[in-house]
């Protein structure tokens, strides 16, 4: 099967071309970055380029795999709107990826893990997994402060993406387990052991999962009090 993955959660995007097989593996045809603050203008064409380069067609893709957060809040609603159109066009199923859950997966540990992400203003998205066998079962998933998450981690190690988000844990005396940046090849293979499991969503209810309020909303309920 053919199998397009989308990632528009970060400041820095990319979108993958896979090749899925009955037995598990999936094999990466090609990644493609997308630079942040142009996700709206360039995703379609670039997903419209790729899949042409390698000799498909819209109908050619048999399934699709999209983070769906946490991340930037309109990053991710082009990525998500994206894949529902397509999904919409094609019926074909839809993989919704939590890239804490990705992060839980690629750290390749074993049984339970605490997997984190920077959330900007001081603040870390926490994710609480059991991981295991290429694949990770959320037990929960938040949002946290850092003098927080030194008291969750408390002698423990915390799984978290890229040199720069690591090193600013450490320097809190955090104990970290440091892994690469996911790309949208990570999704896509994490997207197929999902549509093989059939743990699939229809459109209708793909929606992203932002973990925190927007701003917006934040500030509705302050207006109220």
Not at 159 to 184: C, M, N, P
Not at 190 to 208: C, F, S
Request: hydrophobic residues 45%; contains cysteine; neutral net charge.
């Amino acid at each position: 099967m053919v199998l397009l993955a989308v990632d528009t959660s970060g400041k820095q995007g990319s979108i993958a071309l896979a090749r899925g097989q009955a037995d598990g593996t999936c094999e990466v045809l090609e990644v493609v970055p997308l630079e942040g603050g142009t996700f709206s203008a360039q995703l379609i064409p670039q997903v419209a380029d790729l899949i042409g380069r390698h000799g498909f067609q819209k109908k050619d893709l048999g399934g699709f795999a999209v983070v769906s957060g946490p991340g930037s809040f309109t990053g991710l609603r082009v990525g998500l709107a994206a894949i529902k159109a397509l999904g919409e066009a094609t019926g074909k199923p839809i993989a919704a990826v939590s890239l804490l859950e990705a992060v839980a997966v690629a750290g390749g540990g074993a049984g339970k893990v605490l997997t984190a992400l920077d959330a900007g203003r001081s603040e870390i998205y926490l994710g609480h997994y059991e991981a295991g066998a290429d694949r990770a079962k959320m037990i929960s998933e938040r949002l946290v402060t850092r003098s927080e998450l030194i008291e969750i981690v408390s002698g423990g190690a915390v799984v978290a993406a890229g040199k720069a988000f690591a090193e600013t844990l450490r320097a809190q005396g955090i104990a970290v387990h440091e892994i690469d940046k996911l790309r949208s090849d990570a999704i896509a293979r994490l997207g197929w052991k999902k549509i093989l499991a059939r743990d699939t969503l229809t459109p209708e209810v793909l929606e992203a999962n932002y973990i925190r309020r927007t701003d917006a909303e934040i500030l509705a309920k302050n207006s109220v009090g």
